[in-house]
T-cell receptor, first 116, second 113 residues
Framework: GAVVSQHPSRVICKSGTSVKIECRSL??????MFWYRQFPKQSLMLMAT?????????EQGVEKDKFLINHASLTLSTLTVTSAHPEDSSFYIC????????????FGPGTRLLVL | AQKVTQAQTEISVVEKEDVTLDCVYE???????LFWYKQPPSGELVFLIR??????QNEISGRYSWNFQKSTSSFNFTITASQVVDSAVYFC??????????FGAGTTVTVRA
């Protein structure tokens, strides 16, 4: 199946700093990528849909100025958590849709963010 | 709005027992896709199955089987002869035409040796 990578896999940062997470589709071009957040022992919640060449669309309750998404190429989407605070500590997972296989999304391995 | 309910929070079984995970979904759309994912302690989501709304055939893949019943809006998952490696959190998810996935709360399966 298609491969999606995320970098970094784990990051620890101080409160107030910004953190950038990359999501790459390695062997296909993804016009659409999705960003999910998962708090400990909870389900995955969709944060936003990242569309190549256009602005991301955010789910209700997700602050677009805090979670900046850039999808500058068909293989890369980035999520920047700006001015991170301890409550932003979570597991962030991206997925990418292979347009050749319309119904299936491929998930990255996730990024664990810990804000001290 | 669509919704996915996994009523079982945790299930604990002894190795070789069968375990069935329930999933009930709600949607007004007639075209949709249902998924099951496995999330081991490492966190990575492992795709198990996709089923579209027009295909109610049950499916078996090795020790895994799925029962899709549109009449009751259920998409249940059974692991036969469970093994310790099956211990993980299992998520049922619903996808509509916008490709967004709505996940259930997940069921934690613990298989004891």
């Amino acid at each position: 199946g298609a491969v999606v990578s995320q970098h970094p896999s784990r990051v620890i940062c101080k409160s107030g700093t910004s953190v950038k997470i990359e999501c790459r589709s390695l062997d296909f071009q993804a016009t659409t990528m999705f960003w999910y957040r998962q708090f400990p022992k909870q389900s995955l919640m969709l944060m936003a849909t990242s569309n190549e060449g256009s602005k991301a669309t955010y789910e209700q309750g997700v602050e677009k100025d805090k979670f900046l998404i850039n999808h500058a190429s068909l293989t890369l989407s980035t999520l920047t958590v700006t001015s991170a605070h301890p409550e932003d500590s979570s597991f962030y997972i991206c997925s990418a849709r292979d347009p050749r296989l319309l119904e299936t999304q491929y998930f990255g391995p996730g990024t664990r963010l810990l804000v001290l | 709005a669509q919704k996915v309910t996994q009523a079982q929070t945790e299930i604990s079984v002894v190795e070789k027992e069968d375990v069935t995970l329930d999933c009930v979904y709600e949607t007004r759309d007639t075209t949709y896709y249902l998924f099951w994912y496995k999330q081991p302690p490492s966190g990575e989501l492992v795709f198990l199955i996709r089923r579209n709304s027009f295909d109610e055939q049950n499916e078996i893949s090795g020790r895994y089987s799925w029962n899709f019943q549109k009449s009751t809006s259920s998409f249940n998952f059974t692991i036969t002869a469970s093994q310790v490696v099956d211990s993980a959190v299992y998520f049922c998810a619903l996808q509509l035409n916008d490709y967004k996935l709505s996940f259930g709360a997940g069921t934690t399966v613990t298989v004891r040796a």
